[in-house]
């Protein structure tokens, strides 16, 4: 069986907010394999940075984690100690956010930040600054001396968000999380970053996580999909299946709203009604009030998780008689 580098099961992560307990993640589990790209897509607010945020122990005051597992190498990362989270981390864990101004320094220069880590792993400063230029090359940065001589102000978006992957990749990560990373980015670059991506994970081999609200993304990149709403995981499916054959009524309204790049007019579909208030209790299932198919019980009961077909999996009540109709 292919290995699982993460395993999360069960993550809730509640805010407790003078509106109420706010359930942004509500058990959700899910696994992400040696190679493999699972992304997690959704619209915002639906809990996929909490997410994230919940399996690097990032979550502050007022949230809390009020439950389930993180296994990520054999061991419950939810048990660990500050000091041993802060070493996994640095080393075993690259996270990579939607700016990357937000974690790059910006009163050093690239190739100190890039070196930084390397040294902290004992390694010479000559060595170091090679693996660096190295790392850079892979990541297609040009003029790769000047570069590392700059400040992160210096350079332009794309060219950031490529020295944040080089310098997560430096540490040789067995899992990388991606947040949004190429969200802030024009249409041309974020192609380019998720070309390299891919390019990187075949290389490296490591584990991704990548969070989009974006189904083409989905389909350049991603090995498996997750779909979340309203902080529960819906649906989750390989890609070729989740595009072929979706079965959650939100998942293919979420594909709707893609844009058809074979017609010319390219409108977005978007769906109807908002993501509920998540302080509320709600006995049914989150997305009774948006979805077309709603029966009485919808709003009584949460569906269950099944397996639908190998490897797919879907919480709907439409599940139990079938298939979901279009
Ligand atoms: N610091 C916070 N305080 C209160 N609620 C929060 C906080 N951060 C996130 N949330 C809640 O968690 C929900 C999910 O947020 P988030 O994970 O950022 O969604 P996504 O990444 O899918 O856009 C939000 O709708 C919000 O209600
Ligand atoms: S359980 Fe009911 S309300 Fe929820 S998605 Fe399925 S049909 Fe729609
Ligand atoms: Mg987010």
């Known amino acids: 069986m292919e290995e699982k580098v993460l395993d999360v099961k069960n993550l809730s992560i509640d805010f407790h907010t003078s ?3 706010v359930k942004a993640v509500d058990r959700v589990s899910f696994d992400v394999k040696r190679g493999e790209v699972f992304a997690l897509v959704g619209e915002s ?3 996929k940075s909490t997410t994230a945020m919940g399996i690097m122990q990032l979550i502050r005051s007022p949230g809390i984690i009020s439950g389930g597992e993180v296994v990520f190498g054999g061991r419950d990362l939810l048990k660990l100690s500050r000091e041993e989270m802060t070493g996994v981390r640095g080393r075993d864990i690259g996270m990579i956010f939607q700016n990357p101004l937000d974690s790059l320094n910006p009163v050093y220069t690239i190739g100190a930040q890039m070196t ?8 010479d400063k000559k060595q170091a600054w090679q693996v ?15 570069r590392m001589k700059s400040f992160p102000h210096e350079i332009s978006g794309g060219m950031r968000q490529r020295v944040m992957i080089g310098m997560m990749l430096c540490r040789n990560p067995k899992l990388l999380i991606a947040d949004e990373p190429t969200t802030a980015l024009d249409v041309t670059i974020q192609a380019g970053i998720i070309e390299l991506m891919n390019e990187l994970r075949r290389k490296f081999n490591s584990a991704v996580l990548i969070i989009t609200h974006d189904f083409g993304i989905v389909a350049d990149i991603a090995d498996r999909v997750g779909v979340m709403y309203a902080g529960n995981l819906i649906e989750t499916a390989d890609v070729m299946t989740i595009f072929d054959r979706p079965r959650h009524p939100y998942t293919r309204l979420l594909m709707k709203a893609l844009p058809t790049i074979t017609k010319d007019e390219g409108r977005l579909e978007t769906i109807k009604g908002t993501v509920p208030n998540l302080a509320e209790e709600r006995p049914g299932c989150n997305f009774a009030d948006r979805c077309p198919y709603a029966m009485q019980k919808c709003r009584e009961q949460k569906p269950e998780w099944k397996e639908c077909e190998p490897g797919h999996f879907c919480a709907c009540f439409l599940e139990e008689g079938g298939t979901a109709r279009e």
Do not use: H
């Open 19 to 21: 509106r109420g307990c």
């Open 132 to 146: 660096a230029r190295d790392m850079l090359r892979d990541v297609k940065i040009s003029d790769v001396e000047q």
């Open 45 to 47: 607010g639906c809990g």
């Open 116 to 123: 930084e880590g390397l040294l902290v792993e004992k390694m």
